[in-house]
């Protein structure tokens, strides 16, 4: 329970209508978008600035509050479940969004959506290039703090490529600026570079400068379907690196994820062993059809069954509908998701594939595999249910060894999505085998030093001092 002192003082930083502590909001800010980890914050906190950003930390520094820092609360890992109680930082009402065509930036407060932010540079012929699938509702703050990537990570990377500078505050309440607003510098550590990623763990993001890029002048979509995950994954491997086409987006959906788009949307998309492979070129009007029929000619060598170029643009949007909704959909067939997020060498993906296929069938649970394949980032999610404990149980290995196999190929247990809780266990096994515990100790001396107290976002990312 929160002392009577700490909570008159965050009464008085952001106002009595800010500092909610009534049953539904403590629900609502207790958990994350899908995973099964959750907890009671004290309070939820909402904030409408920096200033009051800072006074808020100030106040959980003097008393040792836990804060956990909330974008949108799309975290699929268990990131924003406040397992220690204390405040949850609501920062949505920071939103605004300046697009500074001369310097080819946009400068953002975290609360913008990714998607708004994108909309507010194409008002100007640019776009902000990373695209997480919940660019809807993923805030600008927790698309950093989890170094978000997305469908069009193939050809530009994930959040850390595109970030400038970022204000931040610290864990004292004290604010700062890591980065300069400019394209390159290198003045001091590349500590920007580390406060992306860290999930809320070292300081809070309040306002982030970002680069973007003009818009292509076309984009042709083409979607291949497949009998075989060996001819699906021979598509991607020779788009992506035998022909060096270089596409804007490379993406896989599995013969499960089609079929769960389908049911849930109501369409007929093909729905064949192999899968779909969604390929995105773009660029000057000539030459984007030139790369086009490049991907349908790999298309054809490795015997797509069929292949749709989509001409409306009804059409263009439903299909990538498809892969979008196939990662939720074990969501939305099962009572409990756990979410699969691992990144193997290019050359390793035919590899990972087949193994997912193997360990589905080992368990016998329900299996949609969808993903970046561009990046060798694939999404394994399982769909059980929770109350179902021999269904759950089984679940629950096969997720672990998904990850372990991630490892085995040379690959990450966690790509794009980060730690959070559920990955704690994998992430320190995959330490362990690359001899990377030492780097480990330098994460937790490091937490150290950011947050002395160990308030920020506790118990997550393996470095609490249980872990
Ligand atoms: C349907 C669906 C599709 C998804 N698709 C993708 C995808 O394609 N690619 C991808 O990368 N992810 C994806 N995700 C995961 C998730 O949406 C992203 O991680 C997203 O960027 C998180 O943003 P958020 O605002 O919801 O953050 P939250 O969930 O609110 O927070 C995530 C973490 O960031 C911290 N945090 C939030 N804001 C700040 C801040 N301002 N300063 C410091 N720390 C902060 C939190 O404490 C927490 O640790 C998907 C999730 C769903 C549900």
Redesign the pocket.
């Known amino acids: 329970m929160m002392n009577e002192d700490a909570l008159k003082e965050l009464v008085a930083a952001v106002g009595p209508e800010n500092v909610m502590n009534d049953q539904a909001s403590k629900y609502l800010f207790g958990r994350?978008?899908?995973d099964s980890f959750s907890g009671t914050p004290d309070v939820v906190v909402h904030v409408t600035d920096r200033e009051q950003v800072s006074k808020v930390v100030k106040v959980a520094y003097k008393y040792g509050i836990p804060v956990?820092?909330?974008?949108?609360?799309?975290?699929?890992t268990g990131?924003?479940a406040p397992s220690r109680g204390g405040i949850v930082l609501d920062?949505k009402a920071l939103d605004k969004i300046k697009v500074d065509v001369e310097n080819g930036i946009v400068e953002a407060e975290?609360g913008a959506s990714v998607l708004d932010v994108d909309r507010e540079c194409n008002k100007y012929g640019f776009f902000f290039p990373p695209d997480?699938?919940?660019a809807r509702?993923?805030?600008i703050?927790?698309?950093?703090?989890?170094n978000?990537?997305?469908m069009r990570g193939a050809r530009y990377g994930v959040m850390r490529d595109w970030v400038l500078k970022i204000e931040v505050v610290l864990s004292d309440g004290t604010v700062t600026y890591f980065g300069e607003s400019t394209y390159k510098n290198r003045a001091g550590y590349d500590l920007l570079g580390l406060m992306v990623g860290s999930?809320?763990t070292l300081?809070?993001?309040?306002k982030a400068w970002l680069k973007i890029m003009p818009l292509p002048e076309k984009i042709i979509r083409i979607a291949g379907f497949f009998n075989t995950l060996n001819d699906a994954a021979d598509a991607i491997y020779r788009i992506r690196v035998r022909d060096r086409i270089n596409p804007l987006i490379l993406e896989y959906t599995d013969m499960e994820g089609i079929k769960a788009a389908n049911a849930v949307k109501g369409l007929h998309y093909p729905e064949l062993p192999g899968g779909m492979v969604l390929v995105d070129v773009d660029g000057h009007a000539g030459g984007v059809e030139k790369a086009a029929e490049k991907v349908v000619n790999v298309m054809k060598e490795t015997h797509a069954a069929e292949i749709i170029v989509p001409d409306t643009k009804e059409k263009f949007d439903e299909i990538a509908e498809v892969r979008r909704v196939a990662?939720?959909a074990p969501g939305h067939l099962y009572p409990g998701f756990i979410d699969g997020d691992i990144a193997v060498p290019l050359s390793r993906v035919k590899d990972a594939l087949l193994r997912i296929a193997e360990i589905r069938k080992k368990y016998n649970v329900f299996i949609t595999t969808v993903g970046h394949a561009g990046d060798g980032n694939l999404h394994p999610n399982i769909g059980a249910d929770p109350k179902n404990a021999d269904e759950w149980e089984r679940a629950k290995k096969a997720a672990y060894e998904i990850n372990i196999m991630a490892i085995e190929l040379g690959g990450t247990v966690s790509a794009?999505?980060?730690i959070?809780k559920l990955k704690e266990d994998v992430l320190l096994k995959q330490f362990e085998v690359r001899q990377q515990m030492p780097v480990y100790k330098l994460m937790k001396e490091i937490k150290r030093v950011f947050d002395p107290k160990g308030i920020l976002?506790p118990d997550?990312y393996a470095l609490s001092d249980q872990a």
């Open positions: 994350g978008a899908v956990v820092t909330r974008g949108s609360g799309s975290s699929v990131a924003v920062l975290v997480p699938a919940s509702i993923a805030s703050g927790g698309a950093l703090a989890e978000s990537g997305g999930e809320g300081g809070i993001i309040t990662f939720t794009e999505h980060g959070g976002n997550k």
